[in-house]
């Protein structure tokens, strides 16, 4: 990992027509350390993933990513972030197999690759049927393959627990948990886990930084507060 | 399994067996496409009141046929993505992104050929007058020229309205004015073809015209194509 | 500040319109075989290429919209293209009425720019369903620049398919091979192009001004009576956001390249298309 | 050539079926502009509605102002007035 830090925002806006989903946000996460980003529904957490994972361009400030900034190169970040969001970005009809195939070949990477990885997740058994016949929670885990797939420096986690039983927790924490060594950006709406897992914690309401200190300094009320 | 390492394909060609393999393991463009201008031929025969057509009559029954049975797979082109977020699959992907274009335009130019190996005999059998054999060399062409047009504009169009409130409502709105020309030049092309005493090849200005409208649209859509995918 | 030059531009297309129907009505010489009836040529003529090269421009305007990111453009090509639109509407109805005058019947399937006017019409008369459609007001103008780049393109290429198409029985009003126009039908056929242009930009500029008014007094209202107190923007087929509140992004790279590895060992230029 | 000269050379206007078609043209041209012009109008309306609307709020404003500031002045204030 380069000294140089992951992501550095600085007075980073996005607008939705006249509304600021993003107001003014300026933080600086070192690469490896997880950041948590916790905040109500509708106060820019998806925003700002899919702001860092260069979907979405920044109508203000400056975004660096991975040492580039976006979004004027936004094509050298591509193929070094993982997202993970509530779209599985699965095809319904296609295997789980396929699937990863499909996505191994966008991203260059061999069939090995995806063997590999269905094999950590315990997914062989069911990898040839349609995806559209998984459970909620195997379906999480194609997800976490694909996120992984091409090995990204960076991962941006959008509640990754979410119908997720302990096993299957248990199955993906070397994948994309504290221990698998890369940068990440995990939303959550649970403070205590949340800040056990995070080095840095941000507090989102109505697009800005309500609160921003590592996770030693913040307590979980100061987090509760930030939901009433 | 495949041992050897799969040879990086281009994404274009990712893309588009992706689509094919989505196609194969849930029809639903294809057949809906062929089933639509079988019934369309048997509503022109009550609708014309003829038993058989031929010359510009018949041009104008197939090309239109066609045209509309496009329609519906245009409107289901994008849907795959659409529907899982897969639009973020690509945009993520280390990819030109005019590779999504390009895949979806062949991918629709290859179903359109599908229909039409159907349709076209189907239409030969049950309303054209004249015998199809000596036009089929010609039909082969102007076909393969007007699948161009509709693919590519099809591609733009559809992706132009997947993203908005009442895509399937854009994409005849848009989509049929867009391709005029097109029809102009093909059922021109065609009328010669179909003629009641014999094949005789189209006029070359008509086939230029529609070779021309497929440059000029395929070139302006591929630079216009990245527009619509950013956020 | 749009408003400024209104004034002078109100009367230069007072001037230029009543010397086109006095013109038109008292000194231009009757056609010899048309007769009196030719006079529509001179409304019906200039209206059509008004709303054509209309048209076009406001594809140029969308297409630098989409290069610079600028929402300025984007109002303009939405308001070049809806004053086209009536122009359009204008052209067909004279151009019928120039059909039954002529020809007795309200339409001619032969006459290739009243034809190929009327795609054109189906086709723009889309512009605002599509932009109803989008509600995100960023996309929103840049789908709409899209369409209207492709739509530019097509005009003259519509224009060229049906003129090809249907055999030539509209007068060629200049073509030089019957020799054209007198010289006195000529002079007011340009007084009358130069009126309607003037007429177009008239009503180019009155919306642009109308537009950034509502924008300003809505702003002020912000000012004035807090954020609460503005209506919240209903959706509407026009650009909703005054183009200074909307900074441009700037520059946006136009890069394309086969995969991330080689591109960033390579490091492409930025191309600029 | 003064005026009337011109008026009286002009070509008389045939009213009977071409004129009407040339009149049906012109008339259509100007329906379409006082259509538009019409639309305008009651945007202008609103425009002006809006306008006074505001004027009246910054009035209370500064009413509000005036008298808050007056309150909060010392008794000094008072009698020196």
Same mark, same amino acid.
């Given at each position: ?228 | ?130 015998? #199809?054999?000596? !036009?089929? @060399? +010609?039909?082969?062409?102007?076909? =393969?020229?007007?699948?161009?047009? $509709? %693919? /590519? ?38 009328? #010669?073809?179909? !003629?009641? @005493? +014999?094949?005789?090849?189209?006029? =070359?200005?008509?086939?230029?015209? $529609? %070779? /021309? ?19 | ?273 | ?81």
């Amino acid at each position: 990992m380069d000294a140089a830090p992951a992501i550095e925002l600085r007075g980073v806006s996005r607008r939705y027509g006249e509304r600021w989903a993003l107001r003014d946000l300026s933080v600086t996460v070192p690469s490896g350390q997880t950041l948590v980003v916790f905040g109500p529904n509708g106060a820019g957490k998806s925003t700002l993933l899919r702001l860092l994972a260069s979907l979405l361009r920044p109508h203000g400030g400056e975004v660096t990513v991975l040492g580039e900034s976006l979004p004027r190169r936004e094509w050298a970040v591509r193929g070094r972030i993982g997202l993970l969001a509530h779209d599985a970005l699965l095809y319904r009809d296609l295997s789980a197999r396929e699937n990863l195939r499909f996505h191994a070949r966008l991203h260059k990477q061999p069939a090995a690759r995806v063997e590999e990885l269905l094999e950590r997740t315990r997914l062989t058994g069911r990898a040839d049927d349609p995806v559209r016949t998984l459970s909620k929670g195997l379906l999480q885990r194609v997800a976490v393959c694909r996120t992984i797939l091409h090995d990204p420096p960076l991962l941006l986690l959008d509640e990754p627990r979410a119908n997720l039983d302990p096993a299957a927790t248990a199955l993906i924490e070397p994948l994309i948990g504290r221990e698998s060594g890369r940068t990440r950006v995990v939303t959550s709406h649970d403070p205590v886990g949340g800040l056990a897992e995070a080095d840095l914690a941000l507090g989102l309401r109505d697009g800005r930084a309500a609160l921003l200190a590592p996770a030693g300094e913040v307590d979980v009320v100061a987090v509760e507060a930030l939901y009433r | 399994m495949r041992s050897r390492e799969p040879r990086p394909m281009r994404p274009t060609w990712v893309l588009l067996r992706k689509d094919l393999l989505l196609e194969r393991r849930a029809p639903e463009s294809v057949p809906a496409m062929v089933l639509f201008s079988i019934t369309t031929f048997v509503l022109f025969h009550f609708g014309l009141g003829r038993d058989e057509v031929e010359g510009s009559l018949a041009a104008g029954v197939l090309l239109v046929t066609i045209l509309f049975a496009a329609i519906l797979g245009i409107n289901r082109l994008f849907v795959s993505e659409q529907a899982e977020g897969g639009f973020d699959a690509v945009l993520l992907a280390p990819i030109d992104r005019t590779a999504l274009f390009l895949s979806k335009a062949m991918a629709l130019f290859l179903f359109l050929t599908l229909v039409e190996l159907v349709a076209v005999p189907a239409f030969a059998i049950l309303l054209l007058g004249p015998s #199809p054999w000596d !036009a089929l @060399g +010609g039909l082969v062409v102007v076909l =393969a020229l007007v699948n161009g047009a $509709l %693919a /590519l504009v099809g591609a733009l169009v559809s992706a132009l309205a997947i993203r908005t409130r009442s895509r399937d409502l854009i994409v005849p709105m848009i989509g049929l004015p867009l391709l005029v020309p097109a029809l102009i030049a093909a059922s021109r092309s065609c009328a #010669p073809l179909l !003629a009641e @005493g +014999g094949a005789s090849w189209p006029a =070359a200005k008509w086939l230029a015209v $529609l %070779a /021309l409208y497929d440059l000029v649209f395929g070139l302006l859509a591929y630079a216009v194509f990245d527009f619509l995918l950013e956020d | 500040m749009y408003g400024k030059g209104l004034r002078a531009l109100t009367l230069a297309t007072l001037v230029a319109l009543t010397a086109t129907f006095a013109l038109v009505v008292f000194w231009a010489p009757n056609d010899a075989d048309q007769g009196f009836i030719q006079k529509i040529f001179y409304v019906h003529v200039p209206v059509a290429i008004v709303t054509l090269v209309a048209y076009v421009v406001g594809g140029i305007f969308a297409f630098k919209q989409l290069r610079t990111d600028d929402r300025k453009w984007d109002v303009r090509s939405y308001v070049v293209i809806h004053i086209a639109l009536i122009f359009n509407v204008v052209g067909l109805l004279t151009g019928a009425i120039w059909a039954k005058a002529s020809w007795g019947h309200w339409w001619v399937w032969d006459e290739p720019t009243l034809v190929s006017f009327l795609i054109v019409f189906l086709l723009y008369a889309t512009y605002q369903p599509l932009r109803f459609s989008i509600e995100d007001p960023e996309r929103q103008a840049r789908y709409a620049s899209v369409f209207a780049v492709i739509a530019g393109a097509f005009v003259p290429l519509n224009f060229m398919a049906v003129r090809m198409a249907s055999s030539l029985v509209h007068p060629r009003t200049f073509a030089t091979a019957e020799g054209g126009l007198p010289g006195e039908m000529m002079f007011v056929f340009l007084v009358s192009l130069v009126a309607m242009s003037l007429l177009f930009w008239l009503l180019v500029k009155y919306e642009i001004t109308q537009k950034n008014v509502t924008w300003q007094i809505r702003a002020l209202r912000r000012r004035l009576l807090g954020d609460d107190a503005v209506a919240p923007i209903g959706r509407s087929a026009a650009p909703t956001i005054a183009p200074e509140a909307a900074k441009p992004l700037g520059q946006r790279p136009r890069v394309s390249y086969e995969n991330s590895p080689e591109a960033r060992s390579r490091g492409p230029e930025e191309i600029a298309t | 050539m003064n005026p009337l000269a011109l008026l009286a050379a002009a070509p008389a206007v045939p009213y009977e079926k071409a004129g009407r078609f040339v009149a049906a043209a012109f008339i259509v041209l100007f329906a379409c502009v006082l259509i538009y012009v019409a639309i305008m109008a009651t945007k202008l309306q609103r425009l002006e509605r809006d306008l006074s609307e505001l004027n009246r709020a910054l009035d209370e404003q500064e009413r509000a102002k005036a008298a808050a500031s007056a309150a909060d002045e010392p008794p000094v204030g008072a009698e020196a007035s």
